[in-house]
Each structure stands twice: as C-alpha cells, then as structure tokens.
C-alpha cells in the first residue's frame, strides 16, 4: 500500500494525531493523490497498448510546437527555459534527452516526456495532450516535407 518515505511519513503524521486516518482531511488528500497517480499510470500503460509508444511523440518537436526555444547548452546538449508555469526561470535549466525522449529541469524538479511538457503548458489532461500532439504532427506532417515522415 505504501511505496516511498513521503507515504511513510505521511502516515506517521496521521497517526500521530488523536484522529481516525480514514476521517482526516490529510488522509483523504494523499488517498487522491494516490489514485490519481495509479490512473495516470493505467493511461499511459494502456497508450503503450493501443501503438502511441511514448517515443513516437518526439520531444524537441513538441517543444518547438509549444514555441519553447530549444538552444544548445553544455556539452552540444539540448536544453531550453523551464515551461513549468510554477517555477521562474531565466536561465535555461532544463536538459533534454533525446535518447529517452524525457526532459528534467534542474531547478523546480520537473519533467518526463513530451505528453508531460504538453499537460504542463497547455493546462490540457492527459488524453486531451495525445490528441493536441496527434493534431499538430500530423499537420505539420501534410503541411511540408516534416521531419516526422
């Protein structure tokens, strides 16, 4: 039931009080946490399923259609201004890896994949993101001789 430390401490901050754990406001919060994560992981699980390989959706592209700028950083790696709309960021302090297709910005701790930075910006949910990124490839897949032919 519980997987990381935060769990643990979580729960012994609930059983420190003199209230039930399945009563406490804290409690119910982590619980939605929880599931909400499981969902998320059955979403993406099930987009494996169906074909959407998370590497078909290539990151700088997407990054580019989000009108992030994509610059050369440290060691000829790509990297660009956090998107996080949570963090401000001046300096470029999110390194892309085109190996995995992920990214991680150094300062606030975010990052994952391209349908990750779409939720991010956008604000959109997660199937809502597949289909923008669907939408904007294979327009701009009609529109020129892409790079995603």
Known sequence: MFNTFNDFKCLEILTSQD??????EEW????????????????RE????????????PIIPILELLDIEVI???NAKPTCVCFNPDHDDYHPSVHIYEDTQTFHCFG???????????????GFSFKDSIDWIRR????EWKNSNSIYR
């Not at 099930?46 to 959706?57: S, V, Y």
């Open 19 to 24: 209230t039930r754990l399945d009563k406490t």
């Open 108 to 122: 606030c701790g975010a990052g994952h994949d391209a349908i990750d930075a779409v939720k991010m910006v956008k």
């Open 72 to 74: 050369e950083g440290y």
């Open 136 to 139: 904007r490839l294979n327009e």
């Open 28 to 43: 119910r919060d982590h619980q939605r946490k929880l599931q909400y994560q499981e969902r998320m992981k059955q979403l």
């Open 46 to 57: 099930k987009a494996i399923e169906e074909g959407e390989a998370l590497e078909k959706f």
